[in-house]
């Protein structure tokens, strides 16, 4: 546990979530099956909800960790290690990512100033989208040290691209190491460079299944989980189970002190020589959150590609005012 100056206690056990919506809810139930907490608190605007999900939480927990669930104020998350954040406004279809901006950085206005006064010393897990656009949002308007702000970034797009590849050639996609990167949304990219099945590059590993149409099937590939968000929320109105599950694996790699390496957004600063913008690049996180942003290879193709996502991020952020 950690002291802060205010006398309060950060208890790594303990976890917040900001939001009870279709995300918040199904990530609370995922990180209550982790067993790493033994402490959940739920808010909400609406106050019912985070009630009705707070007790309906609660009820399967003689099957499972003794932990403690309710839903509070923002006073009640002062000593939380975590600090999860879903509220916002549903992707629509056909809306992309970033038309979500400006309702929800406006969303983002009400809330972060509300964490700033508690003095809280955990750190912030930002989940709602534009994921990087809301990571510096928070960021700027919390005043928090760089490394305990994180967004749950290309966390999902990877294992996205780890699924579509672990069917494609028919192995356990535990197995395929690649990433996706950039922003979370239209202009991400996949490092076809670095990716690899238990260290054979995925170039040979596709010949050794029969498959030799190498450009043609990463750009089918990389389509199909780039505009995979898009096809679930078509289909059933919002994508909840995957981001659920990518929050759980961020908060273990927080609360047991991993060291793990996964492609968060963070603030950037002169890496890839890119400065004062949140996107994701494979970094170190542990309990400390943001320990070291990992310099990757990247072909020149690339590295281009990356700089264009970034410029379509710096775009949205120069028509925002976040003072």
């Known amino acids: 546990m950690i002291e802060s100056e205010d006398m309060y206690m950060v208890n790594i056990q303990k976890v917040a979530v900001i939001g009870c919506g279709f995300v918040g809810a199904t990530s609370a139930f995922s990180l209550i099956q982790s067993g790493m907490f033994s402490e959940m608190v739920l808010i909400d605007a609406n106050q019912d909800k985070a ?4 007790m309906d939480l609660s009820h399967g927990s003689a099957y499972s960790t003794p ?3 309710y839903a509070g104020q923002y006073d009640d998350i002062v000593d939380a290690g975590l600090i999860v954040i879903t509220a916002g406004a549903n992707q629509k279809p056909n809306e992309t990512r970033l038309d979500l901006v400006k309702k929800n950085v ?7 100033p509300e964490i700033k006064k508690r003095n809280c010393e955990g750190i912030l897990l930002i989940v709602s989208n534009p994921v990087d656009i809301l990571t510096y949002v928070t960021l700027k308007l919390s005043g928090f040290p ?3 702000v994180i967004g749950s970034g290309t966390v999902l797009d990877t294992a996205r691209l780890k ?10 996609s535990r197995n395929v190491h690649a990433y996706i990167i950039g922003e979370h949304g239209d202009s991400e990219l996949a490092v076809w460079s670095g990716a690899q099945v238990s260290g054979i ?3 040979h590993f596709c010949e050794l299944r029969g498959h030799f149409q190498h450009q043609e099937a990463m750009e ?3 389509r199909e989980v780039r505009d995979s968000a898009y096809e679930i929320i078509k289909r059933k109105g919002a994508t909840y189970y995957g981001v659920g599950v990518a929050v759980r694996r961020i908060a273990e790699a927080i609360v047991k002190d991993e060291h793990a390496v996964l492609p968060v957004s963070s603030l950037m600063n002169g890496e890839f020589g890119l400065e004062d913008i949140c996107l994701s690049i494979p970094t170190v996180v542990g309990q400390n959150g943001v320990e070291m942003v990992v310099d990757i290879f990247l072909n020149n193709e690339e590295n281009e ?3 264009s996502s970034a410029k379509a991020l710096k775009d949205v952020l120069d028509s925002l005012d976040l003072k």
């Open 201 to 203: 590059h995925i170039n």
């Open 106 to 112: 406006a969303i983002f206005k009400s809330i972060i």
């Open 220 to 222: 089918k590939l990389y």
């Open 67 to 69: 932990m403690k669930i």
């Open 146 to 148: 760089a490394h305990r």
């Open 51 to 54: 009630i009705g999900e707070a």
């Open 305 to 307: 590609k990356l700089q």
């Open 163 to 172: 699924y579509v590849l672990g069917e494609h050639l028919q192995v356990d």
